[in-house]
C-alpha cells in the first residue's frame, strides 16, 4: 500500500478492502446490508441511538493502516432522516503525527486542537422542497438532524487542503476511516484526480478535458444511476469541501453551487494552481493563518514605511500563479461586492490601488485584517540624526549607543500562559459557560477559562486566599467568585472582559457556596460568620456594572449547607441540601425564610448537592417541577418543589458478583451504597458523580444507565451543558475533563497534583517537563499540550527531580534518601541507590550527561556516573552540605561547563565549590563576614552559576540580598539589597546572562543582571502559596514556577526582539568581561559610547603604595551607593569667612571648661564595704517634630542623602559654660566627606581651599598654610558655597528633627561666625552666590524642593519659590546677578530676580527636557560666558540651552553614568559622573549652533561630529561629586566617593592625590611607640600608615572582602633588628604581620576560626596577642607564625580588650616584669602575669562587674572596656554595662575597686594618657568627654557627627586621636 503507482487513478475502498468479507474491516452495532431502490445496488446501512456504539471501521485495527496516498477522498452515502451521523477521518501527516478529521451533523460549530479538527456538516434537503426553500434563507436552522427529504450526496474533501491550513501540516496517507451511524454509505474512493460526478465520459471527450488536465468524469463503479434525459445535479447533492458555497459563520461542510465544476475547477492538481476559494475561518484559524502569512510573506513591511489605515477595511486577496494581472485584477476586485466583506463604493478605487497590500500565494485562504490588529505591526523609524537650528527641537549629535535604561524592558516582561493545576480550596467547582466552549474552574487563587477546543486559557486575577466557589449568570456574562480564609471576599468579574466589577465582604471566613440567579440580578452566598456560624446572604446584583452591590436579606442558621442554588425560574427562592436537611428558602420583604423539606424516614442522610429539573414550561405553574437531591449514602430524592414532597427514592448499589461475566465495579468507599458526590439535570437527562470514580448518565426516570465513564478516583463534580451534549467532570485526584455525549469519548482538559509541588525539570529537547510533589507523585507534561504523559507513583515522597540533558531519562530524589533513575521510553527503573540518610535536597545532571550528584539533608554529597545504565557511585562524601530541607530542591548547582559543582555548605555561613569530576575542594566562601554592618550573621540559602560567566556565582542569603561573588577566589563582586520581602527561595540566572529570576514566598522576580537600571525589576504574584523553584525553560522563550501549582510564563524578551523593546540593551561586562592582567574579569568595564571595551584612561598616579596582600588582585569594585533613606533631618547653613586675621573664637559648640565636675566617690577600704552607691543619671529629652508625609528620594546619586546613623546628638552635653581654657585643642582632620555633594572649594586667585569631613570643616589659605577649622555643626556638612570675592563661605549641614529651628551659619572675613539662618527644615541640597555677590540662594532637598533667596549683607529672606519636583542643583548666571537656573526632576527651572518697589521677587519659568534624551532627570548645570547654559542628565548626556530664547538646540552623550558635576571656562567644559570619570571638552563650535547663529542652519550631519571634542579623561577612584578649577580649566581639585580629593593638572595630564581617608568606618587607630607615624584600619580591609606630624598617608595594605578589626604596633625593642612592624587582625580570624621599612606582609597568622576582635604585642615584643569574637586568646610567636598556647577561660564572650604593661609584680606574690588584662563582652576582665622569655603566663586576677539581669535591649549594650592606670599599672579603670554609667578604678594589690566617677553616658571607647591622669571617654551620644581622674573634672566635646568608636592618647600623651565611622580627628592635648 505504501506505493502510489497503484492507486492510480483511483482506490475503490470497499473493493479493495472486501468489505463483504469482514476481514480487514470490523463493524459493530447495527450495520446491515440492503437493496436501494434509488442507487438500484446494494448498500450498508448503519443505525443506532449512539453513533459511537454502531459503525464500520476500516481497517480492522488501530495497529493497520490504508496507506491510501491521494489527495481527494470521495464518499457516496446519505444521512438518515432526522438523524444524526459521524465520520471520522485519521490522516497521517508527514510529522508522524495522526490527525483526526471528524465532520458529523451532530456538531454545531467547529472545533480545531494540535490533533483533532471537527466540522459541522449541513444536510440539504430535496430539491424545490419546503426544506430547500427553508434552506436558503435560514440556514442555521440546518445545523441539525437530517431533514426528512434528504438525497444520495456525492462528498468530495481535499484532505492536503484541510491539513495545510487548519493544522499547517503537509498530508502523507489516509490511515482509517470510521463510519458511525445513521447513515447509508455505497463507497469510498480516494484520487488524485479531481473528479465530477455530474460529468459523462461522452461529455468530457466532447468537451477536450482529459485527466492531465486535472477534471475527470466519475467512474462507472461509482457513479450515481441518472434516468436518459436527466440531469445529475437534479437528483443528487455534490459537496465539495473546501466549498464556495453560501458561507456559514464558522467553517462547515455544505452543499456547493449546482453549477458543473469544470466551471471552477483548478487547472491542476497543484495547489500553487487552484483558483482562489474563500472559506469562512473561526477565530483560532484566522489567528493560525495569520501567523503563517506573516512568517511565509517574501516581503515584509519595510521598517521606514507606516501602518495605512483606512475607513473600510477590504479583504485581503490571492493571486495565483498562473493568472494574469489583468484576471488578478478583476478577482481582486470582485471581493468587493460580497455583503458579508463590507462593499466598496466607487470612490474607493483609487484607495483600493494604494492602501492594500499585494496579494500572496496562500492556497485559497483570504484572511481579513482588522484594525485592532493594526497594533501587532511594529513600525520603526530610522535612526538618523536630525540636524535643524532653526526649530525649538534640539540637535542630536552623533551617538551610536542610545540612552541609558532607566526601567527593565519590555514591560511587562513576563504574561501567564498556562497554568496546569485545577482546585485548591475545593475539587467542587467547575462552570460551562453557555457557548459550551469554555470551562472555567479555580486553581487555587487564580480563576481559569479554557477553551476546550485549542486549550487556551484565560485568567482572572485578584483573589488573596484560595477561590473556592464560583457562579454564573445564565446567560455567562456575569461571573462571581469566592475566596476561603479569613478574608472571604466575593467579587463579580465582566467574563467577556476579564475585569472585576465589584468586590465585597459580608461573611467573615469561610465562604464555601455561592449561586447567581439565571437573569444576574441575585447573588446568594453561604459561609460563617465571625461566631462559626452558618450565615445565608443575598445580594442585588442588578446595579453590578456600576460597581453597587447591596445585600437584600441574610439569615444565621444552625442547620449544615453544603451547596445552595437559587431557582433558575425565580430570583427569590432557593434550595439548599446539607448534612440532615433539604432547606427551601425565600427572600420575601427583605427577609430570608426557610422552611425544611419532610424527609421521613432519610431525614439523617448526608445529602452533597441538588439540582432543579431543567426546561421552561410553557403551561402550568413555574413551580411545578422536581427537585433533586443527592446524597453519601447513594440515595438520590426527587422531591416535588410545589408541593414539598419526596416523589421518588432511588439509590446506588454496588454490582454484585452473580455470574462471572458481569462486570463487576470496584468502589472507593465502604457501606451498602456508593455515595454520590454531585447531579446535574438536563431537559434529557441526569448526570451523577459518585465516589465509585464513574460519571453515569440516567434518564430522568432512572430507569436504567445509558452511558458512564470511569475516572481514576472518586467524581466530585457533574455539570451538564447549557446544549446537553457535553458533560463537565472533576475528580478528587485532580483531573478535569468532559465527556461528549454524542460521540461517547471522553476528553481530559486538565490534570493535576493534589498537593503542593516540590520540584520540577525541564526537557529542553522533547519540550517535556516533570515534577514532584507531596502528594507521592512524579508527573510528565507535555509543554505544548499540556497533557500529562506519564505517572510514577511511591510510597514516599519525591522532593527533586532533575532531567539528563539529552537522553530520555530523569532522577528523582524521595524524602527517604532513595534516588531513582527512570527511563520514560519504557517506563524502566534504571537504577536505584540509597547513599542518604535524610531527604534528598538536590539532585542534578551535569550539562554534559557524564555525573549525577545529590545531596541529603544530613550533609551527604553523592556523585553517580549517569554515562552507565546502572548510575553505579563514584564517590560518597559526609558532612560537606549544610543540614535542613530549607535549600531544596535545588540545594546543587553545576556550571555551564560542567566543571565546577556548587552548594551552601559545611554550614549554613559557608559556600563550597568543588571540582565537579573529583569533588575535591576549589574554593570555600564564608558570606556571614561580607556584611559587617549586620548586626546578625547572614548565612547562604540558594547558590546559582551564570550560564553567560561561570566565574560569577550568585548567592542568596538570609538577609535577602544577592551576592555576586568570584568563584576563582571568593571576591565579592557586588550585592544587591532587599530582593524580595521574604527570603528569596530560588535563583536561577537566563542562558545569555542578561536576566536574573527570583522567587520569594509567592512572587516572581525578574531582574536585569547587572543592575544598572533605575528600576531593575519586575515582579509578578499569582501564586497563592510559597514558590518552591523557579527557571527558564532552556530555549528561553518560557519561565516556569511551581508551588501550589505549575505555572507557564512567556518570557517576551527573547534576545533577538529585546533590542526592540527598549531604547538600547543592557550591554555589561558579565557577559563578555573584560580581562584584567591576571585573567580576572572585571565587572566593571570601561565603556566608549559604542558600547565596546576601550583602553583604559590615565590612572592618578601620585599615591602612597597600594599593597595586594590578598591571592586575588585588587580590581577596584565601586559598590552601588546605599539607598538608605535616614529619617527626615533639619539643615543648617554656615557662611565662613576665609581671610587672614586673628585666631578663629572659641568653637560654637558648647564646651565644659575647668570648672565642670563630675561625680567622684572614694571607696572605702574595708573589705565589706557598703554595695556601690547610685548616681542620678540625665535623660535625654528627645521630642521629635510632627511626622511630615513619605517622599520619594530621586533616583540619582547627585541629590545629597545623609548617611545613615543609629547614634543621637546629647543635646544638653556641655551647656554649662565656665571660664578655663580647653582641655583639647583640634589640630588636625584626617579624610575627607565622600558622602558631600558640592562640599569642597577652591578660589585659586586667593588660595582659599575648603572641603569637609563630617561635621568639620577645614580651610586654609596662600598666606596661612596650616590647617584651620570651623567648628559650628553637629551634623555631616552636606555642601558648601564660597563668593566670588572669596571672603564668605556658606557651609549647610542636616541634623535630626530636634525641637528647635535648623541653622544656616555665616561667617565672614576673621572665619568666625557671624550669622545663624533658619529655613529650610529637610537637607539643603545646593548654595550659590550672585555674581556681585549680594544675593545667596539655598535650595531645599527632595522632601522640600523649594528655592530661597536672601541678601548676603543683611542675611534676610527676600523671596522664596516652591516648585513641584526635586532640585538638584543651582547657579547664578555670570553675565548677569538677576538671572539664575536650577534643573532636577521636571527640567530646567529658569529664575529672572525683579524688583518690585522695595522688595525683590523670583520669577520662574519651567521648560522640560529635551525628549531625544529620553526619560532622564538633570542633575548638573553650568553657565558659560555667551549666555549658553550647559545640563548634564543622570542618563549621561549634556544639553545645551540658549538661555534668552530658553531652548535647547543641542545634546550630546558625553558619559555611560550620571553627570553629576559640570564646569565651563571659556570654550572648555568639565564633566565628572558616577563612573568615576572626568573629562575635558572642547565646545568652541557649540556658539555657532545658537538659534540665529552664524552656523545654526546650515549645520550638516557631517559638521556635527567636530561640534564637540573630547580633548583628555582621567578616571579617578570614586564617583565625582565635587570640583574646583580655575580660569582656564588648567588646573584644580575634584573629590571623590572614595574620600579622596585629588589636584589635576590638565597641561601635564597628571593627578596627585592631596587628602586622603576612610571611605568606610574606622575600627581602630594607634600610635607608633616613638610617635613618627600612626596607623588606621577599617571596614573596608586597609591598613594606613600615615606620617606625623604631617599626616600625609605613606603607605596602604589592603586585603580585599576582608573587614580589618584592629591594629597595633610593635614595641622599640622588638622591632630593632628590621624597623617597626604593624599587626592586623581581620574578620577571617587572620593576622598579618607588615614591615614598614620593606612595604610588604612579613607574616600571615590563622590563629583564629572567627574575627579576630583586638591584637597587642608583649611588652618585649616577644609574642603577640590576640582575641576572637569567640572568647579565645592566642599566643602567637611573631617570628614563626607558630601559636604558642591558647587560653579558653573568656570562651563565649567576645573580647573587646587586650593591653600589655611592664610591671614588676613581686608584690602579688609572682616573679615577671609583664601583665596583661583581657576585657570580654560578659562584663569580666581577666589580669595576667607572664614572662615569654621562660614561657610563664598565670592568671593574676580575675574581675566581673555586675549589671541588672534584664536589660532592655540586650543585643546593644555598651562595651566592656579596661586599661591599665599608666601612673600605677596596679590599678585597672573599667566601664561598660552595670547597675551605673561610671568608671571603676580596680586596685590589685588591694583586690578591691578604690573609686568611682560617674558618667553622663554609657562609654564606647576608652583611653589613658600617661600625662595628668587624663582620660578619655567616647559615646554613642557623640560626645568626646576628658576627665581628670583625680580631681573628676571633664570637658565635653561635640565635633564628631557620629557614635565614637575608637579614642586613642599617644604614647607620651601629648595627642589624642578620636574617630567616628570614617572621621578621625587629632587633638592637641593642653590638660584640665
Not at 468524469?217 to 445529475?232: A, H
Request: charged share 20%; with cysteine; proline share 5%.
Amino acid at each position: 500500500m505504501a506505493s502510489r503507482v497503484w492507486q492510480h487513478p483511483y482506490v475503490n475502498i470497499f473493493k479493495h478492502i472486501k468489505i463483504e468479507e469482514w476481514k480487514k474491516s470490523s463493524r459493530e452495532g447495527d450495520v446491515t446490508a440492503y437493496m436501494d431502490k434509488t442507487l438500484k445496488c446494494s448498500v450498508f446501512r448503519i443505525r443506532g441511538s449512539i453513533p459511537a456504539s454502531n459503525y464500520i471501521l476500516l481497517p480492522k485495527t488501530s495497529s493497520q493502516s490504508l496507506g491510501l496516498t491521494g489527495r481527494f477522498i470521495y464518499l457516496l452515502f446519505r444521512p438518515s432522516p432526522a438523524k444524526h451521523f459521524v465520520v471520522h477521518l485519521d490522516i497521517a501527516a508527514e510529522e508522524s503525527q495522526v490527525i483526526r478529521v471528524s465532520f458529523s451533523n451532530l456538531f454545531k460549530e467547529f472545533k480545531s486542537t494540535a490533533t483533532w479538527l471537527q466540522f459541522p456538516f449541513l444536510c440539504g434537503a430535496a430539491k424545490d422542497s419546503v426544506y430547500d426553500s427553508t434552506a436558503k434563507t435560514a440556514r442555521h436552522d440546518l445545523v441539525g438532524p437530517a431533514p426528512p427529504m434528504v438525497r444520495w450526496i456525492c462528498l468530495m474533501m481535499d484532505l492536503q487542503y484541510v491539513l495545510s491550513v487548519y493544522l499547517n501540516r503537509r498530508h502523507s496517507h489516509l490511515k482509517s476511516i470510521k463510519l458511525c451511524a445513521n447513515m447509508s454509505v455505497k463507497n469510498l474512493f480516494t484520487s488524485d484526480l479531481l473528479l465530477d460526478p455530474g460529468l459523462s465520459f461522452s461529455e468530457a471527450k466532447q468537451a477536450g478535458l482529459v485527466s492531465a488536465q486535472g477534471t475527470s468524469p466519475m467512474p462507472r463503479e461509482m457513479c450515481f444511476p441518472v434516468p436518459k434525459g436527466g440531469s445529475w445535479h437534479d437528483l443528487y447533492d455534490y459537496i465539495r469541501f473546501p466549498s464556495d458555497g453560501s458561507k456559514m459563520p464558522f467553517d462547515s461542510i455544505q452543499k456547493g453551487l449546482p453549477s458543473p465544476i469544470s466551471m471552477c475547477a483548478p487547472s491542476s492538481k497543484s495547489p500553487s494552481r487552484e483558483v482562489p476559494r474563500r472559506v469562512n475561518l473561526s477565530k483560532p484559524v484566522q489567528d493560525r493563518v495569520s501567523l503563517i502569512q506573516q512568517i511565509t510573506s517574501p516581503k515584509p513591511l519595510p521598517r521606514h514605511r507606516s501602518t495605512l489605515v483606512t475607513s473600510s477595511v477590504p479583504e485581503l486577496g490571492v493571486v495565483t500563479s498562473g493568472l494574469d494581472a489583468k484576471h488578478t485584477q478583476e478577482e481582486w476586485g470582485s471581493h468587493g461586492d460580497d455583503p458579508e466583506r463590507g462593499c466598496w463604493s466607487q470612490a474607493s478605487g483609487s484607495r483600493r490601488s494604494t492602501s492594500r497590500t499585494p496579494p500572496a500565494v496562500d492556497g485559497g485562504v483570504h484572511v481579513y485584517a482588522r484594525s485592532e490588529d493594526d497594533s501587532a505591526f511594529c513600525v520603526e523609524d530610522g535612526e538618523g540624526e536630525v540636524v535643524c537650528a532653526a526649530v525649538s527641537r534640539p540637535i542630536s549629535l552623533p551617538s551610536v549607543k542610545e540612552s541609558r535604561l532607566s526601567k527593565l524592558y519590555p514591560d511587562p516582561i513576563l504574561r501567564l500562559n498556562r497554568i496546569l493545576g485545577f482546585g485548591g480550596a475545593t475539587l467542587k467547582c467547575a462552570l460551562w459557560t453557555k457557548r459550551g466552549d469554555e470551562v472555567v474552574y479555580p486553581c487555587h487563587a487564580i480563576i481559569v477559562s479554557m477553551n476546550i477546543s485549542s486549550g487556551q486559557q484565560r485568567f482572572f486575577l485578584g483573589h488573596t486566599d484560595k477561590v473556592s466557589a464560583l457562579a454564573f449568570t445564565g446567560n455567562t456574562m456575569l461571573l462571581a467568585s469566592a475566596q476561603t480564609g479569613s478574608q472571604g471576599v466575593v467579587r463579580v468579574w465582566s467574563y467577556s472582559k476579564g475585569s472585576c466589577l465589584a468586590m465585597f465582604k459580608t461573611h467573615a471566613h469561610s465562604l464555601s457556596s455561592l449561586s447567581f440567579s439565571y437573569g444576574g440580578g441575585v447573588l446568594c452566598g453561604v459561609g460563617k460568620d465571625n461566631h462559626s456560624k452558618t450565615m445565608v446572604v443575598v445580594w442585588s446584583t442588578q446595579h453590578v456594572s456600576k460597581g453597587e452591590v447591596t445585600v437584600l436579606a441574610k439569615a444565621h442558621t444552625d442547620v449544615d449547607i453544603q451547596t445552595m442554588k437559587i431557582a433558575f425560574f425565580d430570583d427569590t427562592r432557593m434550595v439548599s441540601c446539607g448534612r440532615d436537611n433539604v432547606r427551601l428558602w425565600r427572600v420575601r420583604g427583605g427577609a430570608l425564610r426557610s422552611c425544611p423539606v419532610s424527609l421521613g424516614e432519610y431525614h439523617s442522610l448526608d445529602f452533597t448537592d441538588v439540582a432543579f429539573e431543567e426546561g421552561q414550561r410553557s403551561h402550568g405553574d413555574p413551580e411545578d417541577r422536581s427537585l433533586f437531591a443527592s446524597s453519601r449514602s447513594g440515595h438520590i430524592l426527587e422531591i416535588d418543589y410545589g408541593n414539598v414532597v419526596i416523589r421518588n427514592v432511588r439509590r446506588l448499589l454496588p454490582a454484585h458478583k452473580s455470574h462471572s461475566q458481569r462486570r463487576e465495579k470496584q468502589t472507593f468507599s465502604t457501606g451498602p451504597g456508593i455515595a454520590v458526590n454531585s447531579i446535574s439535570v438536563s431537559s434529557a437527562f441526569c448526570a451523577t458523580g459518585s465516589e465509585d470514580g464513574y460519571l453515569r448518565l440516567w434518564p430522568l426516570d432512572f430507569s436504567t444507565v445509558f452511558l458512564e465513564a470511569e475516572h481514576e478516583g472518586p467524581v466530585s463534580l457533574v455539570s451538564v451543558s447549557a446544549d446537553g451534549l457535553s458533560v463537565l467532570s472533576a475528580t478528587s485526584t485532580g483531573n478535569l475533563g468532559y465527556l461528549d455525549v454524542s460521540s461517547r469519548g471522553y476528553s481530559t482538559l486538565m490534570r493535576s497534583h493534589t498537593d503542593a509541588v516540590l520540584g520540577f525539570s525541564v526537557d529542553g529537547v522533547r519540550r517535556r517537563l516533570t515534577s514532584a510533589s507531596r502528594d507521592g507523585t512524579v508527573r510528565v507534561w507535555d509543554m505544548d499540550s499540556m497533557q500529562q504523559l506519564f505517572d510514577f507513583v511511591s510510597e514516599d515522597t519525591h522532593c527533586s527531580v532533575a532531567f539528563h540533558p539529552s537522553l530520555q531519562v530523569f532522577s528523582c530524589g524521595s524524602s527517604s534518601g532513595t534516588v531513582r533513575v527512570f527511563d520514560i521510553a519504557s517506563s524502566k527503573l534504571l537504577a536505584e541507590h540509597s547513599q542518604h540518610r535524610g531527604q534528598v535536597v538536590g539532585l542534578v545532571f551535569s550539562p554534559d550527561g557524564e555525573a549525577l550528584y545529590s545531596a541529603g539533608s544530613l550533609g551527604a554529597l553523592v556523585l553517580y556516573n549517569s554515562s552507565s545504565e546502572d548510575h553505579h557511585v563514584v564517590r560518597v562524601l559526609g558532612n560537606v552540605v549544610a543540614r535542613g530541607t530549607e535549600r531544596g530542591p535545588d540545594a546543587l548547582v553545576i556550571s555551564s561547563d560542567s566543571r565546577c559543582l556548587a552548594f551552601v555548605g559545611p554550614s549554613e555561613y559557608t559556600v563550597t565549590i568543588m571540582d565537579a569530576r573529583s569533588l575535591d575542594e576549589l574554593l570555600r566562601v564564608d558570606v556571614s563576614i561580607l556584611d559587617m554592618e549586620s548586626t546578625r550573621l547572614d548565612s547562604a540559602l540558594k547558590v546559582c552559576f551564570s550560564p553567560a560567566s561561570t566565574v560569577h556565582l550568585l548567592v542568596t542569603t538570609t538577609a535577602n540580598k544577592i551576592l555576586w561573588v568570584s568563584a576563582k577566589t571568593g571576591r565579592l563582586l557586588r550585592e544587591a539589597s532587599h530582593v524580595h520581602k521574604h527570603q528569596c527561595s530560588s535563583v536561577v540566572v537566563s542562558e545569555d546572562g542578561r536576566y536574573l529570576l527570583t522567587a520569594g514566598h509567592n512572587v516572581v522576580k525578574v531582574w536585569d543582571y547587572s543592575m544598572q537600571l533605575d528600576i531593575n525589576s519586575q515582579m509578578f504574584i499569582g501564586h497563592s502559596q510559597p514558590i518552591s523553584q523557579v527557571s527558564f525553560t532552556p530555549d528561553q522563550m518560557s519561565v516556569v514556577s511551581v508551588g501550589d501549582a505549575i505555572f507557564l510564563w512567556d518570557f517576551l524578551a527573547h534576545p533577538r526582539e529585546s533590542g526592540n523593546c527598549s531604547p538600547s540593551s543592557p550591554t555589561t561586562a558579565l557577559i563578555t568581561p573584560h580581562k584584567s592582567a591576571n585573567g580576572e574579569p572585571d565587572v566593571h568595564v570601561m565603556l566608549l559610547s559604542n558600547g565596546m571595551p576601550r583602553g583604559i584612561a590615565p590612572l592618578p598616579f601620585s599615591h602612597p603604595p597600594c599593597l595586594d596582600i590578598s591571592a586575588i588582585d585588587a580590581i577596584g569594585l565601586e559598590a552601588d551607593a546605599d539607598s538608605l533613606s535616614p529619617p527626615e533631618e533639619l539643615e543648617e547653613i554656615s557662611l565662613h569667612g576665609a581671610t587672614s586675621g586673628p585666631s578663629p573664637c572659641p568653637d560654637p559648640a558648647p564646651v565644659m571648661a575647668a570648672g565642670s565636675f563630675l561625680k567622684v566617690t572614694e571607696m572605702a577600704l574595708a573589705p565589706d564595704s557598703s554595695p556601690l552607691r547610685t548616681s542620678q543619671n540625665r535623660e535625654l529629652d528627645n521630642v521629635d517634630s510632627d511626622e511630615e508625609k513619605e517622599t520619594v528620594r530621586p533616583d540619582c546619586y547627585k541629590h545629597f542623602t545623609p548617611r545613615f546613623k543609629t547614634s543621637t546628638l546629647d543635646q544638653t552635653a556641655g551647656n554649662a559654660h565656665q571660664s578655663g581654657e580647653q582641655g583639647l585643642s583640634l589640630k588636625a582632620v584626617i579624610g575627607y566627606n565622600g558622602n558631600g555633594r558640592g562640599n569642597m572649594v577652591w578660589n585659586p586667585d586667593t588660595g582659599l581651599f575648603a572641603y569637609s569631613c563630617g561635621s568639620v570643616v577645614c580651610w586654609k589659605t596662600f598666606t596661612q598654610g596650616s590647617q584651620r577649622h570651623w567648628q559650628g555643626h553637629t551634623e555631616e556638612v552636606s555642601t558648601l558655597a564660597v563668593s566670588n570675592d572669596a571672603l564668605m563661605v556658606a557651609a549647610a549641614a542636616g541634623g535630626p528633627r530636634w525641637r528647635h529651628k535648623p541653622h544656616l551659619h555665616m561667617n565672614v572675613q576673621d572665619g568666625a561666625c557671624r550669622k545663624t539662618l533658619s529655613y529650610h527644615r529637610g537637607a539643603v541640597q545646593s548654595m550659590a552666590f550672585s555674581r556681585d555677590d549680594l544675593l545667596f540662594l539655598s535650595v531645599g532637598d527632595f522632601r522640600e524642593p523649594e528655592v530661597a533667596l536672601w541678601s548676603s549683607r543683611s542675611f534676610q529672606l527676600l523671596s522664596r519659590v516652591c516648585v513641584a519636583g526635586p532640585l538638584h542643583d543651582v547657579a547664578f548666571s555670570p553675565s548677569a546677578a538677576s538671572q539664575l537656573a536650577c534643573v532636577g526632576r521636571l527640567g530646567v527651572v529658569f529664575c529672572q530676580v525683579t524688583s518690585s518697589g522695595p522688595d525683590l521677587e523670583l520669577q520662574v519659568q519651567n521648560m522640560a527636557i529635551p525628549e531625544e534624551v529620553g526619560e532622564v532627570e538633570l542633575t548638573a548645570l553650568c553657565y558659560n560666558a555667551n549666555n549658553i547654559l550647559f545640563t548634564g542628565t543622570n542618563g549621561g548626556h549634556v544639553c545645551v540651552w540658549d538661555c534668552p530664547s530658553q531652548r535647547c538646540f543641542m545634546t550630546w552623550e558625553a558619559d555611560q553614568g550620571e553627570i553629576g558635576v559640570l564646569l565651563c571656562r571659556g570654550n572648555r567644559l568639565l564633566t565628572g559622573s558616577n563612573t568615576r570619570r572626568l573629562k575635558l571638552w572642547g565646545v568652541s563650535a557649540v556658539q555657532s549652533l545658537r538659534p540665529g547663529g552664524a552656523g545654526g542652519d546650515a549645520a550638516t550631519t557631517e559638521d556635527r561630529g567636530a561640534l564637540v571634542l573630547l580633548e583628555q579623561e582621567i578616571v579617578l577612584d570614586g564617583t565625582v561629586v565635587s570640583a574646583a578649577f580655575d580660569d582656564v580649566l588648567d588646573m584644580g581639585i575634584v573629590g571623590t566617593t572614595a574620600g579622596t580629593l585629588w589636584y589635576i593638572n590638565w597641561v601635564d595630564n597628571t593627578s596627585i592625590r592631596l587628602i586622603s581617608g576612610h571611605k568606610t568606618k574606622v575600627n581602630d587607630v594607634g600610635f607608633s611607640p616613638d610617635e613618627t607615624h600612626f596607623a588606621t584600619c577599617g571596614e573596608d580591609g586597609s591598613v594606613r600608615v600615615w606620617c606625623s606630624p604631617s599626616n600625609e598617608l605613606v603607605m596602604q595594605f589592603q586585603v580585599l572582602n576582608q573587614n580589618c578589626k584592629c591594629v597595633c604596633w610593635s614595641p622599640v625593642q622588638g622591632s630593632s633588628t628590621g624597623g617597626a612592624c604593624v599587626a592586623a587582625g581581620y574578620s577571617d580570624g587572620t593576622l598579618r604581620i607588615f614591615r614598614l621599612a620593606s612595604s610588604e606582609m612579613e607574616l600571615k597568622l590563622q590563629p583564629h576560626p572567627v574575627a579576630v576582635t583586638s591584637v597587642q604585642y608583649s611588652v618585649n615584643g616577644l609574642v603577640l596577642l590576640s582575641a576572637g569574637k569567640d572568647g579565645l586568646i592566642a599566643v602567637s610567636s611573631p617570628v614563626t607564625g607558630k601559636v604558642v598556647r591558647i587560653l579558653g577561660d573568656h570562651k563565649g564572650a567576645l573580647i573587646t580588650t587586650i593591653q600589655c604593661v611592664k610591671k614588676q609584680y613581686k608584690e602579688f606574690g609572682l616573679e615577671g616584669n609583664e601583665m596583661w588584662l583581657a576585657a570580654s563582652a560578659d562584663r569580666r576582665v581577666s589580669i595576667w602575669a607572664s614572662d615569654w622569655m621562660k614561657d610563664k603566663c598565670e592568671l593574676l586576677d580575675w574581675l566581673t562587674f555586675p549589671a541588672p539581669a534584664h536589660p532592655k535591649d540586650p543585643d546593644s549594650l555598651p562595651p566592656s572596656l579596661a586599661a591599665f592606670s599608666p601612673a600605677d599599672p596596679g590599678l585597672v579603670i573599667y566601664t561598660g554595662f552595670g547597675v551605673e554609667k561610671e568608671l571603676s578604678f580596680y586596685s590589685l594589690s588591694k583586690k578591691q575597686v578604690v573609686k568611682k566617677i560617674a558618667l553622663s553616658h554609657w562609654a564606647t571607647s576608652l583611653s589613658l594618657s600617661s600625662k595628668g591622669r587624663l582620660v578619655a571617654v567616647g559615646s554613642q551620644e557623640r560626645v568626646l568627654k576628658l576627665i581628670q581622674s583625680s580631681s573628676g573634672r571633664f570637658q565635653d566635646f561635640l565635633h564628631h557627627s557620629d557614635s565614637l568608636q575608637t579614642c586613642r592618647f599617644s604614647p607620651s600623651g601629648e595627642l589624642l586621636f578620636s574617630s567616628a565611622y570614617n572621621e578621625i580627628l587629632l587633638w592637641d592635648v593642653q590638660g584640665l
